[in-house]
C-alpha cells in the first residue's frame, strides 16, 4: 500500500467517525515514532472521543508535525465545524467538516496530505 492510499483509508475512517486501528496509523505515518510523546500517535487516539478534552490539542499538535508553519480557520455553523488549512492566505488550502473541530481539523490534514502525494 501507497502513503497516499494509507492516508486515503484513514481519512475514509475518520470522516465516518470511526477511529482507525494502530496499524492504519502507522501505514500513514511510517517514519514517525508513533508511541511516547508523539502527536501522531496522541491524535488518532483521542481525536476518536468527541468528549476528550485533550482532542483539539492533539489535533494542533499534529498540525505543527505534519504541516509545520500551516494555518487554520474555525468555523462554526449550526453544530457543524468547518476547518481550513493554509500554508499562506494567498495559497491554496485543505477543508475538512465534522460534528467537532478536531475531527474537522483531522480531516483537512489529512486532505491536505493526500493532495501533496500527488505533487
Known amino acids: 500500500m501507497t ?13 465516518a467517525g470511526e477511529c ?5 496509523v502507522f501505514s500513514a ?3 514517525r515514532d ?5 502527536p501522531v500517535g496522541r491524535l488518532f487516539d483521542w481525536a476518536c472521543d468527541p468528549e476528550d478534552l485533550r482532542a483539539m490539542g492533539a489535533a494542533l ?4 508535525a505534519v504541516l509545520p508553519g500551516y494555518n487554520y480557520d474555525i468555523i462554526k455553523r449550526g453544530k ?4 481550513h488549512v493554509y ?6 488550502g485543505w477543508n475538512g467538516v465534522s460534528d467537532t473541530p478536531s475531527r474537522a481539523l ?4 489529512l486532505n491536505a496530505l493526500v493532495a501533496m502525494e500527488d505533487g
Do not use: N
Open 3 to 15: 502513503r497516499k492510499e494509507a492516508l486515503q483509508e484513514l481519512l475514509v475512517k475518520v470522516k
Open 80 to 83: 457543524r465545524f468547518t476547518v
Open 61 to 64: 499538535s499534529l498540525l505543527e
Open 20 to 24: 482507525p486501528s494502530r496499524p492504519q
Open 87 to 92: 500554508e499562506s492566505t494567498d495559497c491554496v
Open 106 to 109: 483531522l480531516i483537512a490534514i
Open 29 to 31: 505515518f511510517p517514519e
Open 34 to 38: 508513533m508511541f511516547d510523546g508523539d
